[in-house]
């Protein structure tokens, strides 16, 4: 006599729990992207394949004349003094803008703070871009530079216990780089 076992079917529940799963996992896994060093690779494949702008709105057709900033991407590579290679500025202004908007989706930049990044590319998993690209790029970036003073004054506020004076005085260091403008509304939006 032969025995068998019974197998069991999963049902459209589980199957949905499966792909939930799965989205889930996946989602984890490009969040922690960054901190697993693949945000560098995401950046080159920005780089290689650059069909279509990432300005919201404007499209390229591949007239040069018009858009000669956004023609090519890194130029070559030199050596970092640690021994690994890093890409030369970029003069791509599509890529500039993407960087801009991760870096500004992850930490509030000043101005002047977010152009240094973008040029200076001072963490090494950031690619670094030249001055006309960095200013492109942020010419079409929608970023409240108020809002993210306020937004670092609430951390200094939180995090770091400082006073209102300390505060305003940190946002207008060359550290932060944010204008008095800027400074001021920090302080006057910080809760009490």
């Known amino acids: 006599m032969e025995v068998t076992t019974p197998t069991r079917k999963r049902g459209p529940l589980a199957n949905f729990l499966l792909i939930l799963i799965t989205v889930i996992s996946l989602l984890v896994i490009a969040y922690l992207g960054d901190f697993l060093g693949m945000q560098h ?4 494949k920005f ?17 040069k004349s018009q858009d000669s900033d956004t023609t090519e991407g890194h130029q070559g590579d030199s050596s970092n003094t640690d021994g690994r290679k890093k890409a030369k500025a970029s003069d791509n202004a599509d890529d ?28 090494q998993n950031h690619p670094t871009f030249t001055r006309a690209a960095a200013e492109k790029a ?16 609430r951390s200094y506020q939180l995090n770091l216990k400082m006073k209102p004076e300390e505060i305003h005085d940190q946002l207008m260091s060359s550290s932060e780089g944010y204008t008095k403008e800027e400074a001021d509304y920090a302080i006057q939006h910080l809760r009490g």
Do not use: F, R
């Open 138 to 153: 942020m010419g079409h970036l929608k970023y409240d530079y108020k809002e993210a003073a306020a937004k670092c004054a």
């Open 47 to 63: 780089e290689s394949g650059n069909s279509a702008s990432a300005y919201p709105g404007h499209t390229t057709d591949g007239d």
């Open 41 to 44: 690779w995401v950046n080159e």
């Open 96 to 123: 500039a803008y993407m960087q801009a908007l991760y870096l500004t989706d992850n930490y509030p930049y000043s101005k002047k703070k977010l152009e240094d990044e973008l040029i200076s590319g001072s963490n």
